[in-house]
């Protein structure tokens, strides 16, 4: 290995080539519609130490295996969010509701194909393998609770999600993003908080 | 070199490197959300549930609260509720989750066919197989002959397998324990006519002597005494304790004094303490006269001469063992378990008969289930019946001969001659292995099933989380098998499955108790708690007359030759007879004494084998007359000059990948002679000859040093002679700051480290490695020195004292100090760890980009770097901690204080909105701790325990000098030399 002028230069060049590169993945990155998420639990190095892309899935509205309207049930009937997603108010995590919950009021006979999805798979005791829309990293911890307790509506984070067909993450849930937020209102900016 | 990849060709790989993400993206799966179908009611996703059962680690019968998260076992912890183990929980005890998701179990019935194979079957094909047999059996008049050999089975399932062997004819239900303690129930058998284990008040004693009892290790209830014997040794109970051994075991390093025995001769140091005290005693006139005729040849001259320790010695141990009442001795270990065992506990009994101990500090009960066990003479002649095949059917569950006894017990031999053996167990161990039939069991996570260790004590177990494999209950499988043998078998057995006979059995229980309300709320209520327990009048005994004829004598050896090594197999605490090391927590849990893993050795003293011309790490070949094995040297001056050790529990030929081919199996040098009295197995009953093969085998430990090398790091004081203030040595560096000073708010979370209470046992260690998905780095990467645990306890041997027989040993549990001028923080160029305005140094992983800097900075050796991908092969996966992360490659960890638990614990304090209470949040060492010598808590509230602590005139931070500032605060050990 020898140094010299010329070896700095080409160290300069590749360099650039490196960021460049980095850019365009950034751009392919993140508006991805085709209904692919990426995967949260083992995130690669350079997905998040070297461009610093973020893990989220933003813009994204993946097709479900049933077509559920949040618009329908949320915003037309006015349905409360904890009636279904009933752990967000007691647990870190929302959860999405057991088959049993969408039983409770579409077990009759009904013409409804998409209705029809969901008696199937009560009656084969299967449950529904929902596309997950909004993820973090491994290794980013969020608290549903703190936050419903705190009194911050679903939708600063999850949009309006009353109007949504089908449900988009409309929010980049990229740290600067959370930080802006904890900045406003005064909430802990500790790293720990969420990443632990 | 031609292949040196030069700069050029690194940029274009580096550029290559980075365009592949963006390739590689585009593939990534699709991660979906599997929500329940019906959610159970108890369960809140993201939300804990903990759900009490029993331990079967070993036969103590402790109680565990089992911390659950959407429906699997995550975390298991001491039951604080429960009167034997009182919130604590030893090493074997955590890692029971390490048996129930163990990659290794057998995952359904499997049975030998033609071609000697172990093929899958189903659950019906199995048990139609069996009862097909019971049939064949019963047909030809041989169902007399059926014969059960367990190991000790929980309460219910115990009379279960009685009631359905009596059905079908037989009455030989076996119970066997290769620690069964035979010899201490025939001692006092002997004595006071309770043929039981008594009950030891190690807490009220003042004046403690081990006669080569391991109490905090294997013997009998660890956790239960390391309790007790933490509040024997509290700064106001100011309680003494000698350990009188041949082998300096983890118990006897915790002695104040500790005094080196002529192997198997501690029956004559008891005798001669009793001769010195008997004169004063209170005992009944003509008793004494009687005892007096008894005693009289045991002057402390004879004693010294037979045991190797002084006559000065044991009178002034004689007149401690009266003045510092009241006092207690212990008897019978397993190292120490001679051919003339139950003499020798005579002696402990008569000591302790004569010192007005009886009713003070050891009290009878009415007989407990480990009255059940059989001898190891039993089973030899059950051995000898197998041989003569006349067994047609040998049915095994929870036990492993094949590992325990010696081959040349025959047992191996005589499994051929039985027609027919069935195995119930869960893991392919050397006994099941050589069955034809498994069944494998639940393991106790899993099960139904009671417990009862002790008087009034009744422990209710429950299955924590749904069956891993396609495995079936103990008690379900003999009841379906049952129902399948002929109309008359089923209707003798109406109950439709095991849980529906233990709660039939409750049912009795409820009667008894005497409980008001109804069964369902006591049932409730037992399931909540872990079981029922009320205090129980010991039973009144006296001095039974066929004590005096007892003639004691020195034990017999079968020798290897003229100047040969008594052998001492000694009891491990990581792996209790064998049964723990299928375990990878215990397997890279330090040795507490040797700090070794993965791995057994010959402890020899540094003397002999300098006359031996032995080099430590030589691999040594070990003959007795019984066999011969080879294994490494280590040097242990906690030893007697005239014999050598090794632990039990390594050498397994089977028993799964974490287990098999690991270490020697020390059992194969001891002899087949049972015990003279009680049967019990001759572990203390060979001598060996060493000889060199001219090989190398180094031992992986993870200690650096034996010695302090005068750091300073584990301090001692005398009692009595605290400092009253603090002095804190800054000569070597004027404490002068870079930074400003730190203001803290509301919390700073420290800890203290109480060194006169550590054991060294390393309870806090293994649940550290299951609260905090510590990965398992295996005996290579150890022996780099790449080891992952966040918490470790180092072990130092100081220069003995004047007149000492071992050096003293201190241990000193270390993890991350969260200091509060952090070496590592400063020196981070990606701002990954940094200290947070709660006093916690803090490691961001995802920050972290691997240089190291923080590890080579920190004093204390407490930060560890993921060397390479961790492995956890399914299920073992399943117990991952999901609030914590699992870390990769590339990144730095180290210790959080348990920072998701703080999170835990303010979350909850913030919907109740207050401040967080003292104790509400403890880290898992603090929490499992049996001599709770961690204490955690908020540094900034004056009030808390641990701000008390931090003000102790014992208290000390390691490196003070360094002004690194730490939060956790050591207490002195205190030496107690009067």
């Known amino acids: 290995m020898r140094f010299s002028l010329g070896s700095l230069s080409v160290f300069r060049i590749t360099l650039l080539i490196v960021a460049l590169l980095a850019g365009l993945s950034a751009v392919q990155y993140r508006p991805d519609v085709s209904g692919r998420v990426w995967q949260a639990g083992k995130a690669a190095w350079w997905d998040y130490k070297l461009l610093d892309l973020g893990l989220t899935g933003w813009g994204q509205a993946p097709k479900q295996p049933i077509a559920f309207s949040h618009a329908l049930h949320a915003g037309e009937y006015g349905l409360d969010c904890l009636y279904c997603h009933s752990a967000a108010r007691v647990s870190p995590a929302a959860h999405v509701p057991p088959v049993q919950t969408c039983m409770g009021c579409h077990a009759r006979p009904t013409p409804n194909p998409e209705i029809k999805k969901i008696q199937t798979y009560w009656k084969n005791r299967e449950p529904i393998p929902w596309i997950r829309v909004h993820a973090l990293p491994a290794f980013t911890r969020f608290n549903h609770k703190r936050h419903v307790r705190a009194g911050v509506a679903c939708q600063s984070c999850h949009g309006e999600i009353q109007r949504m067909q089908r449900v988009e993450q409309v929010s980049s849930l990229k740290m600067g993003w959370c930080v802006t937020c904890h900045d406003a209102h005064q909430a802990s900016k500790d790293c720990l908080v969420c990443h632990y | ?978």
Not at chain 2, 580 to 586: D, F, Q, R, V
Request: with cysteine; net charge negative; aromatic share 8%.
């Open chain 2, 1 to 978: 070199m031609a292949n040196e990849l030069d700069r050029r060709n690194f940029l274009k790989l580096l550029g290559a490197s980075a365009a592949a993400p963006v390739v590689g993206c585009a593939s990534k799966p699709v991660e979906t959300l599997i929500p329940y179908v019906v959610q159970p009611e108890e369960i809140t996703p993201g939300v804990a549930t903990y759900y009490a059962t029993v331990c079967q680690e070993c036969p103590a019968g402790c109680s565990m609260v089992v911390r659950t998260r959407e429906g699997r076992a995550v975390k298991v912890e001491g039951n604080p509720s429960h009167p034997i183990n009182q919130g604590t929980l030893c090493a074997r005890g955590q890692a029971s989750l390490q048996g129930l998701y163990n990659p290794d179990r057998i995952r359904q019935p499997l049975y030998r066919n033609e071609a000697g194979e172990l093929t899958p079957l189903s659950w019906p094909e199995a048990e139609a197989m069996l009862a097909e047999r019971l049939q064949k059996i019963r047909a030809e008049g041989q169902a007399d002959k059926i014969t059960f050999l367990a190991g000790q089975l929980p309460d219910s399932v115990y009379r279960l397998a009685t009631q359905w062997l009596e059905i079908l004819g037989s009455s030989r239900l076996m119970t066997y324990e290769p620690f069964g303690f035979e010899a201490l129930r025939q001692a006092n058998q002997v004595c006071f006519q309770q043929a039981s284990i008594p009950t030891h008040d190690l807490a009220k004693a003042r004046f403690l002597l081990g006669l080569g009892t391991d109490f905090l290790e294997t013997w009998h209830s660890p956790t239960r005494y390391a309790v007790a014997f933490s509040q024997m040794r509290s700064a106001t109970a100011s309680g003494k304790f000698v350990q009188v051994e041949s082998r300096m075991s983890l118990t006897g390093a915790n002695a104040d004094e500790w005094i080196a025995i002529k192997p198997g001769r501690e029956a004559f140091f008891a005798l001669g303490l009793a001769h010195l005290i008997l004169p004063n005693s209170t005992v009944p006139a003509e008793e004494k006269a009687r005892l007096s005729q008894l005693l009289q040849p045991y002057s402390p001259d004879r004693v010294a001469s037979v045991t190797e320790v002084s006559a000065e010695t044991i009178k002034r141990l004689a007149r401690e063992f009266v003045s510092h009442g009241p006092s207690l001795a212990l008897g019978g270990g397993i190292a120490a378990s001679s051919r003339q065992e139950t003499t020798s506990l005579i002696a402990v009994n008569l000591l302790n008969y004569i010192a007005g101990n009886i009713g003070k500090t050891l009290h009878f009960y009415e007989t407990q289930e480990r009255s059940q066990i059989s001898s190891y003479a039993a089973l030899l002649s059950l051995i000898d019946v197998m041989q003569r095949g006349e067994i047609p059917l040998l049915l095994l569950a929870n036990t492993n001969p094949a590992f325990s006894l010696p081959p040349s017990s025959g047992f191996t031999e005589a499994l051929t001659h039985v027609p027919f053996v069935v195995s119930f167990s869960s893991f392919p161990d050397e006994t099941t292995e050589r069955a034809d039939l498994i069944l494998p069991d639940h393991t106790p996570l899993e099960s139904w099933g009671d417990s009862h260790p002790e008087a009034g004590v009744y422990g209710l177990m429950q299955p924590v989380m749904s069956p891993v494999f396609e495995t079936q209950a103990l008690g379900d499988t003999l009841l379906s098998v049952a129902t399948q043998v002929d109309e008359a078998f089923s209707e003798s057995v109406p109950w439709k499955s095991f849980f529906e006979y233990l709660q039939a059995s409750w049912k009795e229980r409820h009667g008894e108790s005497g409980e008001p309300g109804d069964f369902d709320t006591f049932w409730r209520h037992a399931l909540q708690q872990g079981g029922v327990w009320q205090i129980k009048e010991p039973l009144p005994v006296q001095l039974s007359p066929a004590v005096f004829e007892t003639s004691f004598s020195e034990p017999t050896f079968d020798r290897a030759g003229e100047d040969a090594l008594t052998f001492i197999a000694y009891p491990s605490s990581r792996y209790y007879d064998g049964r723990g090391a299928n375990k990878p927590w215990l397997q890279e849990l330090p040795d507490p004494m040797t700090q070794a893993v993965w791995g057994s050795w010959l402890e020899i003293h540094p003397e002999t084998a300098e006359r031996l011309g032995i080099a430590e790490g030589d691999l040594l070949t070990i003959t007795s007359p019984h066999g011969t094995i080879e294994a490494s040297a280590y040097f242990y001056a906690g030893l007697r000059r005239d014999a050598v050790a090794m632990p039990i529990g390594l050498g397994h030929s089977g028993y799964g990948r974490y287990a098999q081919g690991r270490g020697f199996n020390p059992v194969h040098l001891l002899s087949t002679h049972p015990e003279t009295a009680a049967g019990g197995f001759p572990w203390l009953s060979t001598t060996v000859r060493l000889a060199r093969t001219g090989k190398r085998a180094l031992l992986a430990t993870t200690d650096g040093s034996r010695q302090q090398l005068g750091r300073g790091i584990a301090q001692a004081v005398t009692a009595g002679q605290h400092d009253e203030h603090r002095h804190v040595d800054h000569s070597e560096h004027p404490a002068r700051d870079m930074y400003p000073e730190v203001e803290y708010a509301e919390y700073r979370w420290g800890m203290s480290i109480d060194l006169s209470a550590c054991l060294g046992c390393g309870a806090c260690v293994t649940a550290c490695y299951a609260e905090n998905n510590i990965p398992v780095v295996g005996e290579d990467m150890v022996a780099q020195g790449r080891e992952m645990s966040w918490l470790r306890i180092e072990r130092y041997f100081e220069e003995p004292q004047e007149g000492a027989n071992a050096p003293e040993v201190r241990f000193a549990p270390i993890l991350c100090q969260h200091c509060g001028n952090a070496p590592c923080e400063p020196v981070c160029p990606v701002y990954a760890t940094y200290h947070n305005p709660e006093g916690l140094n803090a490691q961001i992983y995802n920050r972290c980009v691997g240089t190291r800097y923080c590890a080579n900075n920190c004093s204390y050796k407490v930060r560890r770097f993921n060397w390479g991908e961790a492995d956890w092969p399914t299920p073992l996966n399943l117990q991952l901690n999901p609030d914590v992360t699992v870390r990769e490659p590339g990144v730095m960890e180290k210790c959080t204080f348990c920072v998701q638990r703080i999170q835990e614990g303010k979350d909850r304090a913030k919907d109740e909105n207050r401040p967080v209470r003292d104790g509400e949040v403890t880290p898992a060492c603090a929490q499992t701790c049996p001599t709770q010598a961690l204490t955690f808590g908020n540094l900034q509230d004056p009030a808390s325990r641990v701000s008390r602590h931090s003000h102790d005139p014992r208290g000390y931070k390691v490196f003070e000098s360094l002004n690194t500032r730490p939060a956790i605060t050591y207490l002195k050990k205190v030496h107690r030399n009067t």
